[in-house]
């Protein structure tokens, strides 16, 4: 069972009843968040799945609803106790929110534990045993043994819980035991603590030899438990329970700021000890020891998490390292870029032939890798410039900037401080960059630097040229494998000349004037894609086809929606594919009849960002207006970012941008869910000839081809025939159908 937090006089308040829901033009965006992860948690449930991929999904639904927790929720439980009411864009107190969040928390965990039960079954007849003390053998015991006395005693400290031990502090996900003892000598009982460090893993594995061949798991909370006489002599274990703890991690910094490094470091340290926003411990804990854990956290007014099963799901990440390719999916190796292949690996001389575009993951990260060390070893390089939004821990990007650096190349690396849980890491990156003579920016107090770029002047026959990259995703080389996103590899002199201007706006708020291509937030990508949804609105309205295709991770912003609805309410044929978080409301007579909307979930996570127009003709077409970008439809990627908008203009990146990786988009049917006009989702029937998109983009050419221009058959069949049969673009009613 949970409870979320309310303040007492607001959770009293019987008329503060949130708005029915279908008086709202918008769904509420945290319930829409919570209603993407039950779709990632389903994933966990497909039986079409690897077993232990299914066990990773649930490892990541338990990891995203920590976040939620630590953010979303605790910003809510903060505006109910400052007594902000301000609503949300369905019309909700903050107060209301929360009410609303635990009936769908209440699901979301009972679901994870009934998935993990599940799991644990099917992995037990595949040999793997993760927590189960039945399959402890003898000698599995004596390694255990042996490993907690080794291992885990010189690092736990237990401590007792009365007036003369103050309470220790809990860290943000800390774990920790409480056991209830009774002396052996005078029967006396005393309540001892003991904080599992975060360096140990969650789960110890027994080694091979002591456990006949099978893969035994061991919580680290049932090792120390098992072995807790090690840790109490003298006494009798009457009780133990298994805790967790979440705190509030968001970050605000003072306007004022004068060292911008200097207060994240310093904010950091605060959020460890942010207020406790979440206890989850076991369902049978001992209610004294619970007591005085509720009473010493100070969680009157946090989020209560009972559990009969596992605490803290995020954790089995581990057991899916397990080593049984029979359990996971087949292995991928990514393919190099033919374009670039065929120019001997000269990034240089492949871009300046032609754009290149680059399919992630389908198509190797590492030629974006290879475009900075080319442009660190080249000596006619003389400048490069990049931002750094999330660059991972271990970063081939920072590398080749460090490279430039020391070969004396001008160097300029836009380290955004404010990406949330990756402050730590890009501060280290940072302090690494400018010892390496870096120059080294933090761009704006206010708005995040979100935009994907990198720039290199070279120096060459005809005076100095300019090649850039563009991304939708972040330099890093760990998500780079499993993230969809796009690649934009130009020697456009114009877009040269745009991102050069906006690296001076971030560097010296220079605000760019007379813009050739580049639309830029905030300070009018906003109204760029405005002026393109008016243009179908107009075409509409003339009798000239019109319709939208739009790919981001979630739309959330009003204004934005609102323009959405006046396209659909002027005819125009707008397909959303949204992953995650959507409040516009489909299907909606005489507001939103014309616009679907779909979320794919699947084995990568779909993450480019992709507008396209159709420009006076049915979509795909040649004409059509495309662009890929960094920014979501939020109000916080068009008003308070750094982002970029770039219009794809050369016929061959065209067409494959918009023929290829939306159209394919479009027609899956195995991975993808619709959402409906009430906010539920339902998965899209597969048909007899079910289409993976994901799959298709393994099997088939990359992207960046050969070069030519696309021709009809490299178009997948299954996409050719839908679309002349009109089932891409089709009315809402026949997609609600399917």
């Known amino acids: 069972m949970s409870s979320l937090p309310?303040?007492?006089?607001?959770?009293?308040?019987?008329?503060?009843?949130?708005?029915a829901p279908e008086e709202s033009r918008y769904f509420n965006r945290e319930l829409s968040w919570l209603a993407f992860n039950g779709r990632v948690l389903d994933e966990a449930m497909n039986a079409r799945?690897?077993?232990?991929?299914?066990?990773?999904?649930?490892?990541?639904?338990?990891?995203?609803?920590?976040?939620?927790?630590?953010?979303r929720v605790a910003g809510l439980v903060g505006q109910v106790q400052r007594g902000i009411d301000r609503p949300s864009i369905d019309g909700r107190s903050p107060s209301q929110q929360l009410r609303a969040i635990n009936d769908e928390l209440q699901t979301l965990s009972d679901n994870q534990q009934m998935v993990w039960r599940e799991l644990r079954d099917l992995l037990a007849q595949a040999q793997i045993h993760i927590a189960d003390e039945r399959r402890v053998s003898h000698d599995a015991h004596e390694w255990l043994k042996e490993f907690f006395l080794e291992e885990i005693l010189p690092v736990i400290t237990p401590q007792a819980l009365d007036p003369a031990h103050p309470f220790p502090f809990v860290s943000n996900g800390g774990l920790g035991l409480l056991f209830t003892l009774e002396r052996d000598s005078d029967g006396e009982q005393i309540i001892e603590m003991i904080l599992i460090p975060p360096a140990l893993p969650r789960f110890v594995r027994v080694p091979d030899e002591s456990a006949n061949g099978e893969a035994i798991y061991i919580s680290i909370g049932s090792l120390i438990t098992r072995f807790a006489s090690f840790l109490f002599p003298g006494f009798t274990v009457l009780g133990d329970g298994l805790f967790r703890v979440l705190r509030d991690s968001d970050i605000e910094i003072e306007e004022e700021a004068e060292d911008l490094a200097r207060t994240f470091r310093s904010a950091i340290q605060r959020r460890r000890k942010g207020r406790v926003i979440q206890l989850e411990m076991e369902e049978d804990f001992e209610p004294i020891a619970e007591q005085i854990l509720v009473e010493q956290l100070g969680i009157h007014n946090a989020a209560v998490i009972r559990t009969d099963g596992i605490i803290g799901v995020n954790g089995l990440a581990e057991i899916v390292e397990e080593d049984r390719p029979d359990l996971k999916f087949?292995?991928?190796?990514?393919?190099?870029?033919?374009?670039v292949l065929e120019h001997d690996g000269d990034c240089f001389s492949a871009i300046r032939e032609k754009d290149i575009i680059i399919h992630h993951p389908y198509e190797s990260f590492e030629v974006v890798v290879d475009f900075i060390r080319q442009a660190a070893a080249d000596p006619d390089v003389v400048a490069i410039k990049q931002t750094l939004y999330r660059a991972g821990n271990q970063s081939a990007v920072i590398n080749a900037l460090i490279a430039a650096a020391e070969e004396g190349k001008s160097v300029t690396a836009v380290v955004e401080l404010k990406a949330r849980f990756d402050e730590e890491q890009n501060l280290m990156w940072a302090s690494k960059l400018e010892r390496a003579g870096v120059q080294v920016i933090y761009g704006f107090l206010d708005w995040k630097t979100h935009a994907k770029m990198a720039v290199v002047v070279r120096r060459e026959d005809d005076g100095f040229r300019t090649y850039c990259h563009f991304g939708t995703g972040n330099y890093h080389p760990v998500t780079a494998k499993i993230y969809t996103d796009l690649s934009f590899f130009t020697a456009s002199p114009a877009l040269g000349r745009d991102a050069a201007k906006v690296f001076n706006f971030i560097t010296g708020y220079v605000e760019p004037e007379n813009m050739e291509m580049l639309a830029i937030a905030p300070l009018n990508l906003r109204e760029e894609i405005y002026a393109n949804i008016d243009h179908e609105i107009a075409n509409a309205r003339q009798g000239l086809p019109a319709a939208i295709w739009m790919?981001?991770?979630?739309?959330?912003?009003?204004?934005?929606?609102?323009?959405?609805?006046?396209?659909?309410?002027a005819g125009v044929e707008i397909e959303l594919m949204v992953r995650g978080i959507c409040c516009l409301r489909p299907g909606i007579a005489r507001l939103s009849e014309n616009i679907r909307v779909k979320s794919i979930i699947g084995r990568f996570l779909e993450h480019s960002r992709i507008y396209a127009f159709a420009n006076g003709a049915a979509l795909p077409n040649a004409k059509a207006k495309v662009f890929i970008a960094s920014a979501d439809l939020m109000e916080r990627n068009l008003d308070r970012r750094i982002e970029t908008l770039i219009p794809v203009e050369n016929r061959t990146v065209h067409d494959q941008v918009l023929q290829q990786v939306l159209l394919a988009n479009l027609l899956d049917s195995e991975q993808s869910w619709w959402l409906h006009s009430d906010g539920s989702y339902s998965r899209v029937e597969s048909g007899p000839k079910p289409f993976n998109c994901h799959r298709y983009f393994m099997t088939n050419p990359s992207l960046s081809g050969r070069g030519g221009a696309l021709k009809s058959e490299d178009v997948p069949k299954l996409a050719l025939k839908q679309v002349a049969e009109g089932e891409v673009g089709a009315s809402l009613d026949t997609g609600a159908a399917a």
Do not use: H, V
Not at 6 to 19: G, H, R
């Open 330 to 339: 087949d292995s991928y190796s990514p393919r190099y870029p033919e374009r």
């Open 6 to 19: 309310l303040n007492a006089n607001d959770s009293a308040n019987d008329s503060d009843k949130a708005p």
């Open 49 to 71: 799945y690897p077993m232990l991929e299914r066990l990773r999904f649930l490892s990541i639904s338990g990891n995203n609803l920590d976040e939620f927790m630590m953010i």
């Open 551 to 569: 790919k981001c991770n979630q739309i959330t912003d009003e204004a934005m929606i609102d323009r959405l609805y006046a396209a659909s309410e």
